[in-house]
Protein backbone atom coordinates (compact mmCIF):
# COMPACT_ATOMS: atom_id res chain seq x y z
CA UNK A 1 0.00 0.00 0.00
CA UNK A 2 1.49 3.21 -1.23
CA UNK A 3 1.03 6.52 0.96
CA UNK A 4 -1.86 8.29 -0.85
CA UNK A 5 -1.43 6.20 -3.82
CA UNK A 6 2.02 7.61 -3.34
CA UNK A 7 -0.11 11.32 -3.47
CA UNK A 8 -1.16 10.52 -6.89
CA UNK A 9 -4.96 9.40 -7.37
CA UNK A 10 -6.60 7.65 -4.75
CA UNK A 11 -7.24 3.98 -4.85
CA UNK A 12 -10.87 2.10 -5.49
CA UNK A 13 -11.04 1.20 -2.23
CA UNK A 14 -9.78 4.36 -0.65
CA UNK A 15 -12.92 6.32 -2.83
CA UNK A 16 -15.20 3.78 -1.38
CA UNK A 17 -14.21 4.37 1.83
CA UNK A 18 -14.40 8.65 1.11
CA UNK A 19 -18.19 7.79 -0.23
CA UNK A 20 -19.34 5.39 2.83
CA UNK A 21 -17.43 7.66 5.77
CA UNK A 22 -19.02 10.65 4.45
CA UNK A 23 -22.55 9.23 3.71
CA UNK A 24 -24.45 10.71 7.02
CA UNK A 25 -22.77 14.05 5.76
CA UNK A 26 -24.23 13.88 2.95
CA UNK A 27 -27.96 12.84 3.34
CA UNK A 28 -28.10 15.13 6.00
CA UNK A 29 -27.03 18.03 3.86
CA UNK A 30 -29.08 17.21 0.94
CA UNK A 31 -31.78 16.50 2.96
CA UNK A 32 -31.94 19.92 4.43
CA UNK A 33 -31.23 21.52 1.21
CA UNK A 34 -33.95 19.72 -0.31
CA UNK A 35 -36.04 21.02 2.28
CA UNK A 36 -35.13 24.14 1.89
CA UNK A 37 -35.71 24.33 -2.38
CA UNK A 38 -39.06 22.31 -1.78
CA UNK A 39 -41.54 23.41 -4.23
CA UNK A 40 -39.66 26.82 -5.65
CA UNK A 41 -39.14 26.86 -9.47
CA UNK A 42 -36.79 29.65 -9.10
CA UNK A 43 -34.01 30.60 -5.94
CA UNK A 44 -35.57 33.89 -4.14
CA UNK A 45 -34.97 35.83 -0.71
CA UNK A 46 -36.99 32.95 0.82
CA UNK A 47 -35.35 30.23 -0.97
CA UNK A 48 -31.96 31.60 0.17
CA UNK A 49 -32.94 32.30 3.95
CA UNK A 50 -34.37 28.24 3.67
CA UNK A 51 -30.61 27.56 2.54
CA UNK A 52 -29.06 29.47 5.09
CA UNK A 53 -30.82 27.84 7.54
CA UNK A 54 -30.03 24.11 6.25
CA UNK A 55 -26.13 24.99 5.72
CA UNK A 56 -25.88 25.93 9.26
CA UNK A 57 -27.93 23.56 10.94
CA UNK A 58 -25.21 21.20 8.55
CA UNK A 59 -22.56 22.11 11.04
CA UNK A 60 -20.69 24.58 8.44
CA UNK A 61 -21.23 27.13 10.66
CA UNK A 62 -22.42 30.70 10.70
CA UNK A 63 -19.64 32.76 9.21
CA UNK A 64 -18.76 30.38 6.79
CA UNK A 65 -22.74 30.32 5.75
CA UNK A 66 -22.86 34.01 5.46
CA UNK A 67 -19.81 34.02 3.06
CA UNK A 68 -21.59 31.21 0.69
CA UNK A 69 -25.16 32.93 1.18
CA UNK A 70 -23.91 36.16 -0.02
CA UNK A 71 -21.70 34.51 -2.87
CA UNK A 72 -25.09 32.68 -4.26
CA UNK A 73 -26.97 36.31 -3.98
CA UNK A 74 -24.14 37.43 -6.02
CA UNK A 75 -25.11 34.72 -8.25
CA UNK A 76 -28.71 35.76 -8.04
CA UNK A 77 -28.34 39.12 -8.77
CA UNK A 78 -26.15 38.48 -11.58
CA UNK A 79 -28.52 36.04 -13.50
CA UNK A 80 -31.50 37.38 -12.81
CA UNK A 81 -33.24 33.95 -13.03
CA UNK A 82 -31.39 30.48 -11.15
CA UNK A 83 -33.83 27.57 -11.44
CA UNK A 84 -33.62 25.45 -8.13
CA UNK A 85 -31.64 22.77 -10.19
CA UNK A 86 -28.77 24.88 -10.77
CA UNK A 87 -28.56 25.06 -6.84
CA UNK A 88 -25.99 21.71 -5.89
CA UNK A 89 -23.58 22.83 -9.30
CA UNK A 90 -23.37 26.57 -7.88
CA UNK A 91 -22.92 25.37 -4.35
CA UNK A 92 -20.18 22.99 -4.75
CA UNK A 93 -18.46 25.40 -6.87
CA UNK A 94 -18.95 28.19 -4.09
CA UNK A 95 -17.55 25.53 -1.37
CA UNK A 96 -14.29 24.34 -3.48
CA UNK A 97 -13.08 28.04 -3.42
CA UNK A 98 -13.79 28.59 -0.15
CA UNK A 99 -11.77 25.28 0.01
CA UNK A 100 -8.88 26.80 -2.18
CA UNK A 101 -6.73 27.75 1.59
CA UNK A 102 -5.92 23.60 1.49
CA UNK A 103 -3.87 24.73 -1.71
CA UNK A 104 -4.91 20.95 -2.75
CA UNK A 105 -5.98 21.32 -7.04
CA UNK A 106 -7.49 17.68 -7.20
CA UNK A 107 -3.68 15.81 -8.03
CA UNK A 108 -3.00 14.95 -4.41
CA UNK A 109 -0.07 16.72 -4.09
CA UNK A 110 2.43 15.53 -1.17
CA UNK A 111 1.29 17.19 1.73
CA UNK A 112 4.99 17.74 3.02
CA UNK A 113 8.22 18.63 2.44
CA UNK A 114 10.90 15.84 2.35
CA UNK A 115 13.45 17.94 0.87
CA UNK A 116 14.17 18.75 4.78
CA UNK A 117 15.05 15.78 6.82
CA UNK A 118 14.25 15.14 9.11
CA UNK A 119 10.50 17.07 8.64
CA UNK A 120 9.69 17.57 12.04
CA UNK A 121 5.76 17.19 12.66
CA UNK A 122 4.42 18.23 16.15
CA UNK A 123 1.00 17.00 16.59
CA UNK A 124 -1.66 19.24 18.63
CA UNK A 125 -5.24 18.48 19.98
CA UNK A 126 -7.41 17.88 23.02
CA UNK A 127 -7.38 14.22 24.58
CA UNK A 128 -10.21 11.65 22.74
CA UNK A 129 -10.40 13.70 19.02
CA UNK A 130 -7.70 10.59 17.46
CA UNK A 131 -4.90 12.41 17.83
CA UNK A 132 -2.12 9.35 18.65
CA UNK A 133 -4.17 7.07 16.65
CA UNK A 134 -3.40 9.56 13.27
CA UNK A 135 -0.05 9.74 14.07
CA UNK A 136 0.54 5.78 13.97
CA UNK A 137 -1.79 5.95 11.14
CA UNK A 138 0.13 8.41 9.46
CA UNK A 139 3.43 6.52 10.44
CA UNK A 140 2.28 3.34 9.29
CA UNK A 141 1.81 5.07 5.85
CA UNK A 142 4.73 6.61 5.91
CA UNK A 143 6.94 3.93 6.60
CA UNK A 144 4.69 1.95 4.07
CA UNK A 145 5.40 4.25 1.49
CA UNK A 146 9.52 4.14 2.08
CA UNK A 147 9.89 6.70 4.34
CA UNK A 148 12.02 6.63 7.65
CA UNK A 149 9.88 7.52 10.64
CA UNK A 150 10.88 8.24 14.47
CA UNK A 151 7.79 8.57 17.18
CA UNK A 152 8.32 11.35 19.75
CA UNK A 153 5.73 10.46 23.35
CA UNK A 154 5.61 13.88 24.36
CA UNK A 155 2.42 13.33 26.02
CA UNK A 156 4.33 12.38 29.08
CA UNK A 157 0.92 13.01 31.28
CA UNK A 158 -1.28 10.32 30.18
CA UNK A 159 0.18 7.01 30.46
CA UNK A 160 -2.64 6.02 27.85
CA UNK A 161 -1.00 7.92 25.48
CA UNK A 162 2.61 6.96 25.51
CA UNK A 163 1.75 3.26 25.59
CA UNK A 164 -0.90 3.73 22.70
CA UNK A 165 1.82 5.15 20.68
CA UNK A 166 4.47 2.73 21.81
CA UNK A 167 1.58 -0.04 20.20
CA UNK A 168 1.52 1.66 16.90
CA UNK A 169 5.76 2.44 16.86
CA UNK A 170 5.41 -1.45 16.85
CA UNK A 171 3.15 -2.13 14.60
CA UNK A 172 4.26 0.46 12.10
CA UNK A 173 7.40 -0.97 12.63
CA UNK A 174 9.28 2.52 13.73
CA UNK A 175 11.37 3.71 16.60
CA UNK A 176 9.95 5.93 19.39
CA UNK A 177 11.49 7.42 21.72
CA UNK A 178 10.18 8.06 25.17
CA UNK A 179 11.02 8.71 28.87
CA UNK A 180 9.03 8.04 32.15
CA UNK A 181 5.76 9.00 32.98
CA UNK A 182 5.96 12.77 34.19
CA UNK A 183 9.25 13.53 32.59
CA UNK A 184 9.17 16.71 30.08
CA UNK A 185 7.65 16.76 27.33
CA UNK A 186 10.20 19.41 25.72
CA UNK A 187 13.24 17.37 26.58
CA UNK A 188 11.17 14.08 25.40
CA UNK A 189 10.52 16.43 21.85
CA UNK A 190 14.54 17.55 22.07
CA UNK A 191 15.80 13.80 22.10
CA UNK A 192 13.13 12.77 19.19
CA UNK A 193 14.06 15.16 17.02
CA UNK A 194 18.20 14.46 18.16
CA UNK A 195 17.68 10.66 17.46
CA UNK A 196 15.96 11.44 14.40
CA UNK A 197 18.84 13.73 13.45
CA UNK A 198 21.32 10.96 13.95
CA UNK A 199 20.07 8.30 12.17
CA UNK A 200 18.74 10.30 8.90
CA UNK A 201 15.29 9.58 9.48
CA UNK A 202 13.01 11.32 6.67
CA UNK A 203 9.97 12.30 9.44
CA UNK A 204 9.83 12.60 13.37
CA UNK A 205 5.96 12.84 14.18
CA UNK A 206 6.12 14.48 17.79
CA UNK A 207 2.92 13.23 20.09
CA UNK A 208 2.20 16.30 22.74
CA UNK A 209 -0.46 16.60 25.49
CA UNK A 210 -3.70 17.60 24.68
CA UNK A 211 -5.23 18.60 28.26
CA UNK A 212 -3.06 20.74 30.77
CA UNK A 213 -3.60 22.86 33.62
CA UNK A 214 -5.23 26.30 31.67
CA UNK A 215 -4.71 28.04 28.55
CA UNK A 216 -1.43 29.84 29.52
CA UNK A 217 -0.17 26.29 30.11
CA UNK A 218 -0.81 24.69 27.00
CA UNK A 219 0.63 28.00 25.43
CA UNK A 220 3.75 28.15 26.97
CA UNK A 221 4.30 24.20 26.77
CA UNK A 222 4.27 23.87 23.13
CA UNK A 223 6.23 27.10 23.09
CA UNK A 224 8.89 25.70 24.87
CA UNK A 225 8.55 22.30 23.11
CA UNK A 226 9.02 23.91 20.02
CA UNK A 227 11.77 26.07 20.92
CA UNK A 228 13.71 22.95 22.29
CA UNK A 229 13.16 21.55 18.86
CA UNK A 230 14.56 24.42 17.00
CA UNK A 231 17.51 23.89 18.66
CA UNK A 232 17.99 21.16 16.75
CA UNK A 233 16.49 21.91 13.58
CA UNK A 234 16.47 25.43 13.50
CA UNK A 235 13.56 25.67 11.62
CA UNK A 236 11.61 22.84 13.16
CA UNK A 237 8.74 21.95 13.64
CA UNK A 238 7.76 22.52 9.77
CA UNK A 239 4.32 21.21 10.57
CA UNK A 240 1.81 21.84 13.27
CA UNK A 241 -0.79 19.60 12.88
CA UNK A 242 -3.99 19.99 14.74
CA UNK A 243 -6.22 17.23 14.86
CA UNK A 244 -10.03 17.68 15.36
CA UNK A 245 -12.76 15.21 16.06
CA UNK A 246 -15.37 15.89 13.16
CA UNK A 247 -18.05 14.23 15.18
CA UNK A 248 -18.03 16.95 17.77
CA UNK A 249 -19.65 19.68 15.48
CA UNK A 250 -19.32 23.19 16.69
CA UNK A 251 -16.84 21.92 19.92
CA UNK A 252 -14.16 21.19 16.80
CA UNK A 253 -14.25 25.20 16.06
CA UNK A 254 -13.78 25.80 19.74
CA UNK A 255 -10.99 23.75 20.17
CA UNK A 256 -9.68 25.36 16.74
CA UNK A 257 -9.77 28.63 18.73
CA UNK A 258 -7.82 27.41 21.65
CA UNK A 259 -5.27 25.86 19.64
CA UNK A 260 -4.46 28.10 17.40
CA UNK A 261 -4.23 31.22 19.67
CA UNK A 262 -1.59 28.85 21.77
CA UNK A 263 0.49 28.30 19.11
CA UNK A 264 1.21 28.52 15.55
CA UNK A 265 -1.39 25.66 13.93
CA UNK A 266 -0.38 25.00 9.93
CA UNK A 267 -2.44 22.40 8.94
CA UNK A 268 -5.38 20.46 10.05
CA UNK A 269 -6.57 16.54 10.48
CA UNK A 270 -10.22 16.00 10.59
CA UNK A 271 -10.70 12.76 12.15
CA UNK A 272 -13.89 10.97 12.65
CA UNK A 273 -15.68 12.01 9.79
CA UNK A 274 -17.78 8.22 9.35
CA UNK A 275 -20.47 7.89 10.92
CA UNK A 276 -21.49 11.29 11.49
CA UNK A 277 -23.63 13.93 9.95
CA UNK A 278 -21.49 16.61 10.87
CA UNK A 279 -18.80 17.12 8.25
CA UNK A 280 -19.65 20.38 7.20
CA UNK A 281 -17.07 21.41 9.97
CA UNK A 282 -13.91 20.58 7.67
CA UNK A 283 -15.44 23.24 5.06
CA UNK A 284 -16.09 25.46 8.27
CA UNK A 285 -12.94 25.31 10.09
CA UNK A 286 -10.76 25.65 6.98
CA UNK A 287 -12.33 28.59 5.79
CA UNK A 288 -12.82 30.14 9.47
CA UNK A 289 -9.24 29.64 10.55
CA UNK A 290 -7.43 30.32 6.88
CA UNK A 291 -5.78 26.59 7.36
CA UNK A 292 -5.42 24.09 4.95
CA UNK A 293 -6.99 20.40 6.10
CA UNK A 294 -4.57 18.00 5.48
CA UNK A 295 -6.04 15.02 5.95
CA UNK A 296 -9.44 13.28 7.08
CA UNK A 297 -10.57 10.20 8.75
CA UNK A 298 -13.66 8.12 7.61
CA UNK A 299 -12.30 4.73 9.39
CA UNK A 300 -10.75 2.42 11.44
CA UNK A 301 -8.18 1.25 8.95
CA UNK A 302 -5.15 2.64 8.04
CA UNK A 303 -5.75 3.53 4.62
CA UNK A 304 -8.96 5.45 6.12
CA UNK A 305 -6.67 8.53 7.12
CA UNK A 306 -6.58 10.01 3.77
CA UNK A 307 -5.15 12.86 2.21
CA UNK A 308 -7.23 16.15 1.65
CA UNK A 309 -8.72 16.81 -1.80
CA UNK A 310 -11.12 19.30 -2.20
CA UNK A 311 -12.71 18.34 -5.43
CA UNK A 312 -12.97 14.71 -3.69
CA UNK A 313 -14.72 15.79 -1.40
CA UNK A 314 -16.90 18.47 -2.53
CA UNK A 315 -17.74 15.42 -5.22
CA UNK A 316 -18.94 13.21 -2.29
CA UNK A 317 -21.12 15.56 -1.00
CA UNK A 318 -22.96 17.06 -3.41
CA UNK A 319 -23.18 14.21 -6.74
Sequence with gaps: MALFGLFGSKSKEEKRALEEGLQKTKSGIFDKLTRAVAGKSKVDDSTLDNIEEALIASDIGVETTLRIIDKLEERVAKDKFMNAAELNSILRGVIEELLDISDNDGVNPEPFDFSKKPYVIMVVGVNGVGKTTTIGKLAARLKDSGKSVVLGAADTFRAAAVEQLVVWSERAGVPIVKQKMGAD???????????????????????????LHNKVNLMNELTK????????????????LLVLDGSTGQN???QAREFTKATDVTALAVTK?????????????????????????VGEKIEDLQLFDKKEFVGSLFE
Design 185 to 211: PASVAFDAVSNAKSIGADVVLIDTAGR
Design 225 to 240: IRNVMGKVIPDAPHEV
Design 252 to 254: AYL
Design 273 to 297: LDGTAKGGVVIGISDQFRIPVKFIG
